[in-house]
Antibody, heavy 119, light 107 residues
C-alpha cells in the first residue's frame, strides 16, 4: 500500500526550530511533487509548501516564507520541512501530501504530525 | 495569491438529502479545482479532481462541476458516512490554496 509517514513533531518554544520528516513507501517517490499542508486546532486546511520531484523548485506560503525550508532526499524516499523561528500560530497538525501523477491534486496523505509552539 | 470563498461555512442536512457546496475563486483557474472530505482524526480524502473528475474509489453520489471562477460539489443523496468537513482547493497557481471549509452536520 502506498504510504506517507510523518515524524518529528513535538513541543517547541517560540523562536525555536523543528525538522519534520516524511517517509514514502510503495511508490516511486522521485517521480512526484510533494507538499506540506497544516491544520491548526479548530481551523481549516492551509497549504504550506511544495517541492518539485527532483528538488529543483520550491514554493512557500507567505506566512512561512523565510522561516521554513522544504527539502527532499530521493535516495531515502524522504521529504523534510525545516521550521525555524517558530511562532504560536505555527502550532498545527502537519501533513505530508503527494500530488497524483494524473491529477493536479493531493491523492495520498500522511497521518499527520503535531507541532505545538508554546512556552 | 488566489483567494477561495466557500459557501456555506456549515449546513445541517438529513440522510437522503441533496447537498450542494459552492466555491468561488478570486481569478480564473480553468478547471484546476479539487474537493476533499475531512473527518476528525483522519487524513483528508480526495473526492474530485480537475473540477469534475471522480477519484477512484469515491462513490458516484459525489460530483463536481464548474470552470473559471465558480465551482460546485454535489452529494446527490447524503449518507451517514458523509457527515464531515469539505474543502475546495486550487492547483492553478504555484501557491496552492484551500477554501475555508464547509461542515456538513446531521439535522
Amino acid at each position: 500500500e502506498m504510504q506517507l509517514v510523518e515524524s518529528g513533531g513535538g513541543l517547541v518554544q517560540p523562536g525555536g526550530s523543528l525538522r519534520l520528516s516524511c517517509v514514502a513507501s510503495e511508490f516511486t517517490f522521485s517521480n512526484y511533487w510533494m507538499h506540506w499542508v497544516r491544520q491548526a486546532p479548530g481551523k481549516g486546511l492551509i497549504w504550506v509548501s511544495r517541492i518539485k520531484s527532483d528538488g529543483s523548485n520550491t514554493d512557500y506560503a507567505d506566512s512561512v516564507k523565510g522561516r521554513f525550508t522544504v527539502a527532499r532526499d530521493n535516495a531515502k524516499n524522504t521529504l523534510y520541512l525545516q521550521m525555524n523561528s517558530l511562532r504560536a500560530d505555527d502550532s498545527a497538525v502537519y501533513y505530508c501530501v503527494r500530488v497524483g501523477g494524473r491529477t493536479h491534486a493531493f491523492d495520498i496523505w500522511g497521518q499527520g504530525t503535531t507541532v505545538t509552539v508554546s512556552s | 495569491d488566489i483567494q477561495m470563498t466557500q459557501s456555506p461555512s456549515s449546513l445541517s442536512a438529513s440522510v437522503g438529502d441533496r447537498v450542494t457546496i459552492t466555491c468561488r475563486t478570486s481569478q480564473s483557474i480553468s478547471n484546476y479545482l479539487n474537493w476533499y472530505q475531512h473527518k476528525p482524526g483522519e487524513a483528508p480524502k480526495l473526492l474530485i479532481f480537475d473540477a469534475s473528475s471522480l477519484q477512484s474509489g469515491v462513490p458516484s453520489r459525489f460530483s463536481g462541476s464548474g470552470s473559471g471562477t465558480d465551482f460546485t460539489l454535489t452529494i446527490s443523496s447524503l449518507q451517514p458516512e458523509d457527515f464531515a468537513t469539505y474543502y475546495c482547493q486550487q492547483s492553478y497557481s504555484p501557491l496552492w490554496t484551500f477554501g475555508q471549509g464547509t461542515k456538513v452536520e446531521i439535522k
